[in-house]
């Protein structure tokens, strides 16, 4: 299997001990039985496809009492009773000849009930060891939503520190800074661990997720990641950073002229 899935950054994470409190468990599942198992120990978990998805074709499903099992796609809920039907309705539904995971589900920090998770970005310019973080914002997924891609939630973002601040994260005043010094300090740890697996490769995009708690989660690693949570927002200034360290093109900020009005 490519080394480039999220079954292999996975891993090569897990194998970070200090690394591995912050990583929900995962594992690779291709039968029916194994996924119940995967259950019992998490009552609700996240399905995703091993290779690629941007938020498409992510389930989540939680195992009720009795033989009950509810599974939410997109933004509506359906309920079965017997896994048999829950489990055919997810392979009918599911994205076609693509291996899944199941992950264990984190509950994230929300705001007005709408979770939300965080893309850091991790770079380091040509012909250097230094990695830096360029830019992190949090994305807050659409009403009715669990996945907070944007686009396919109708979501939105905002800068992290405020997101944090208007969250139900438990935190003690002046934590805010705390916890987004660690988070970067988590992702750059993780940029360190994966580096010997991606030679030569030079920006990283995770998402990651903080709990009510305050605990922090490296939910997966993106070897090419979508920067255009960054351009969203009202100040451009790490979009233009992230985007002149690769090297890309930077999109001018259209500005709309007012029409003067004829008297």
């Given at each position: 299997?490519?080394?480039?899935?999220?079954?292999?950054?996975?891993?090569?994470?897990?194998?970070?001990?200090?690394?591995?409190?912050?990583?929900?468990?995962?594992?690779?599942?291709?039968?029916?039985?194994?996924?119940?198992?995967?259950?019992?120990?998490?009552?609700?978990?996240?399905?995703?496809?091993?290779?690629?998805?941007?938020?498409?074709?992510?389930?989540?499903?939680?195992?009720?009492?009795?033989?009950?099992?509810?599974?939410?796609?997109?933004?509506?809920?359906?309920?079965?009773?017997?896994?048999?039907?829950?489990?055919?309705?997810?392979?009918?539904?599911?994205?076609?000849?693509?291996?899944?995971?199941?992950?264990?589900?984190?509950?994230?920090?929300?705001?007005?009930?709408?979770?939300?998770?965080?893309?850091?970005?991790?770079?380091?310019?040509?012909?250097?060891?230094?990695?830096?973080?360029?830019?992190?914002?949090?994305?807050?997924?659409?009403?009715?939503?669990?996945?907070?891609?944007?686009?396919?939630?109708?979501g939105s973002v905002l800068p992290v520190v405020e997101a944090i601040k208007a969250s139900n994260i438990?935190?003690?005043?002046?934590?805010?800074?705390?916890?987004?010094?660690?988070?970067?300090?988590?992702?750059?740890?993780?940029?360190?661990?994966?580096?010997?697996?991606?030679?030569?490769?030079?920006?990283?995009?995770?998402?990651?997720?903080?709990?009510?708690?305050?605990?922090?989660?490296?939910?997966?690693?993106?070897?090419n990641p979508a920067l255009s949570h960054f351009y969203k927002l009202q100040d451009k200034t790490m979009?233009?950073?992230?985007?002149?360290?690769?090297?890309?093109?930077?999109?001018?900020?259209?500005?709309?002229?007012?029409?003067?009005?004829?008297?």
């Amino acid at each position: 299997m490519p080394k480039w899935d999220k079954w292999n950054k996975y891993l090569t994470l897990i194998k970070n001990k200090e690394l591995e409190m912050h990583l929900p468990e995962t594992m690779r599942f291709s039968t029916e039985k194994e996924l119940w198992d995967f259950t019992v120990k998490y009552p609700s978990v996240i399905l995703k496809p091993v290779m690629g998805s941007r938020g498409r074709k992510i389930f989540k499903v939680s195992a009720l009492e009795s033989d009950k099992v509810e599974i939410h796609y997109l933004n509506s809920t359906r309920e079965f009773i017997g896994r048999y039907h829950a489990y055919s309705y997810f392979k009918k539904k599911k994205a076609p000849r693509r291996t899944y995971l199941a992950q264990r589900y984190i509950s994230l920090a929300n705001i007005q009930g709408r979770p939300f998770d965080l893309r850091v970005i991790v770079q380091k310019k040509k012909n250097s060891n230094n990695w830096v973080v360029t830019g992190k914002v949090a994305k807050l997924a659409g009403q009715g939503f669990f996945v907070t891609n944007n686009q396919l939630s109708s979501g939105s973002v905002l800068p992290v520190v405020e997101a944090i601040k208007a969250s139900n994260i438990h935190k003690e005043d002046g934590n805010d800074e705390k916890l987004v010094s660690e988070l970067e300090r988590i992702a750059l740890l993780a940029t360190k661990t994966l580096e010997p697996l991606y030679e030569g490769h030079r920006i990283y995009g995770f998402d990651m997720g903080i709990d009510s708690d305050g605990h922090i989660w490296i939910i997966e690693a993106n070897l090419n990641p979508a920067l255009s949570h960054f351009y969203k927002l009202q100040d451009k200034t790490m979009y233009r950073t992230i985007r002149k360290m690769r090297g890309g093109k930077i999109l001018k900020v259209r500005r709309v002229k007012k029409r003067k009005r004829k008297n």
